[in-house]
């Protein structure tokens, strides 16, 4: 699964390099939409951990293209709606460049157009299936 998601990081990476038009001295803003620990169902915690692991990861060694790495993380509770107003938020107020999940394929699906309408490059890391 580490490695899963290290390989993902870096396919996003690729696609906000081509993304990114910004000014040299503005932050690459990378928008997140996971599911809290509260419903049990999702390890959205550790997701979002992992997301400000690498971010700080990025950073340390000098940021990506000279730039310095921002990631906005947004909880959705497992809700569709909230997942919308999440990444209406992150498009439109906190200017990111490529939006990784939401968790869920039901929030997935409900940012879809908002996330196409906006030409972002979308990632949600596969999940496991359980037995």
Known sequence: MGKQIGVSWLA???LVWLQASAHAAEPIRIG???LGDRTGL???EPERNTAKMLEEDFNKAGGLL???VEVTVYDDESDATK???AVDRLIKRDRVVAVIGPSTSGSTLAIVPKVEEAKLPN???PRPRRS
């Open 123 to 125: 990632l949600m890391a």
């Open 66 to 68: 000279g730039r310095k």
């Open 12 to 14: 996003l990476l690729a």
């Open 42 to 44: 999702v390890p959205g």
């Open 83 to 85: 997942a919308v107003t």
């Open 32 to 34: 997140a939409i996971f």
